[in-house]
């Protein structure tokens, strides 16, 4: 009763889009009679969702697809309704509705994650000169700009666009016409289905076709690395969301007080996106799970049971992707607090030791060395300008000192990152130039988004015409 109630609510319609692009592949191929072909046409636009979506299981059938063959049979006769399932089997047809169903859920996500790339870029442009200290194993790291931290996090989504459209490209395979495994002897035309349905072309071996689960798995796989990206970056919105960091300001309507404390802010919205998230990626690692050591071949394991996990965590990643989406729009990031973290801890200081390299010709290890001791005499109360030269003197051997003002130069956080203008640096310049790069790539996959989906979007309409024309 449950599986045929997630059937029902998951599958009725590619399982009808089944039919009938099967029906019209069937009399064009003469392979059914016009005349049962268009009595098929009727009893099928006879089987409606209004119909279908009351019934609960009784046991007098076996499934949705038995249910269903039931009502053509009641409104055709059940030797014109037997006729529809020439040349095909359960197996094929249920890998087949299962593509159909996931690959409009993996579009979805291309597209979720492609609105988060261009906030991403918006918030981007207008951070170029934000600093922002970089951290490394939790403690203050290097300065950088906050568009710098965000282009990272672009470039993995672009990465992740690739490996989604290839889950999505060698999804986008029909498998009707492998039957059980083995085909059929009919002259079907299986190209005709697979352009029927809007499929690329039809698959390959046809055993493989019924065996092989790893349509869903690359997509699993896929998002298994898209939600392990989004979870680090909750992690950090999180913790730049706490008062002690204060980097963060998330809009009211994404955050919720507390009953009891009047002062509290706290960060729903990142919290919930972060569970979402975390739950998606247990229903990714569970499809996995679900198909190790099971046969190759026909199983109930790749069946009722697996998809709907299936489902849960498309809909989790959609989710996380849209509430993480809005998050990022509507935050406000305190440029002034930035800044100042940006310039604490001595988080320049590799720099002052690239200076000693270049100026005054000692090995980095030595002038690693040097600052490490500069450091240490400063926090103990020195003078940053007398600290050096004392430790210079006493781990190289050689007195350098620098006046003040130098020294504050070498250790401006606005010079730390301008002097990073190398490819994929955080200098404002370079920023601009990954930008524009980013802007080229995000307008290229939205053209091939929007042309996907409006292709998975049309065909039914085109299926439908095409019967009406028989």
Not at 77 to 89: E, F, I, K, N
Not at 211 to 236: H, I, T
Not at 399 to 412: M, N, Q, T
Request: aromatic share 6%; net charge negative; with cysteine.
């Amino acid at each position: 009763a449950e599986n045929f109630a997630d059937s029902r609510r998951l599958f009725f319609q590619p399982l009808m889009d089944i039919h009938r692009a099967h029906l019209l592949m069937l009399v064009r191929q003469d392979i059914l009679p016009r005349a049962e072909g268009l009595a098929l046409r009727d009893a099928l636009a006879a089987i409606t969702p209004e119909r279908v979506d009351p019934v609960l299981f009784d046991g007098s059938f076996e499934d949705l697809f038995c249910y269903l063959e039931s009502l053509l049979a009641e409104e055709c006769g059940a030797a014109t309704a037997g006729r529809l399932h020439t040349a095909r089997s359960r197996n094929d047809i249920d890998v087949t509705l299962y593509r159909l169903r996931w690959r409009e859920e993996l579009a979805a996500i291309l597209a979720a994650a492609l609105e988060l790339r261009r906030v991403l870029i918006e918030i981007s442009e207008r951070e170029v000169e934000t600093l922002f200290p970089v951290y490394t194993h939790t403690q203050p790291a290097q300065p950088s700009t906050l568009a710098h931290y965000f282009l990272g996090i672009v470039e993995h989504l672009e990465r992740d666009q690739r490996r989604l459209r290839s889950a999505l490209e060698n999804m986008n395979r029909s498998p009707l016409g492998s039957c059980a495994a083995t085909g059929t002897g009919f002259p079907i035309d299986r190209r005709l289905t697979a352009r029927l349905l809007a499929f690329d072309g039809p698959t390959g071996n046809t055993y493989s076709s019924i065996a092989a689960a790893d349509y869903l798995l690359e997509a699993a796989s896929a998002l298994m690395v898209l939600l392990n990206l989004l979870g680090r970056l909750l992690q950090d919105l999180l913790l730049w969301s706490m008062r002690e960091f204060g980097f963060v300001h998330i809009a009211d309507g994404l955050v919720q007080p507390s009953s009891i404390m009047p002062q509290k802010r706290n960060p729903v919205a990142v919290e919930h996106s972060r569970a979402l998230a975390s739950r998606a990626l247990g229903r990714a690692s569970a499809c996995f799970q679900m198909l190790h050591n099971t046969p190759y071949g026909d199983i109930v394991d790749v069946e009722d049971d697996l998809q709907p996990v299936a489902e849960t965590m498309f809909a989790d990643c959609r989710r996380t992707l849209a509430v993480l989406s809005e998050v990022l729009a509507t935050a406000c990031f305190d440029r002034e607090a930035l800044a100042a973290k940006a310039a604490a801890h001595w988080i320049t200081v590799t720099e002052l030791a690239d200076h000693l390299v270049r100026a005054h010709g000692l090995g980095f290890t030595q002038a690693h060395a040097v600052v490490r001791e500069t450091i240490e005499r400063a926090d103990r109360g020195e003078e940053p300008a007398e600290a050096l030269a004392d430790a210079s003197r006493e781990r190289a051997g050689a007195e350098i000192r620098l006046k003040r003002e130098e020294l504050e130069e070498i250790l401006c956080p606005r010079r730390f990152v301008a002097l990073r203008d190398l490819e994929g640096g955080p200098a404002p310049k370079e920023s601009r130039r990954a930008l524009e790069a980013a802007r080229r790539t995000f307008e290229s996959d939205r053209g091939w988004i929007e042309q996907t989906r409006t292709r998975f979007a049309g065909f039914r309409s085109e299926l439908h015409r095409q019967l009406e024309e028989l």
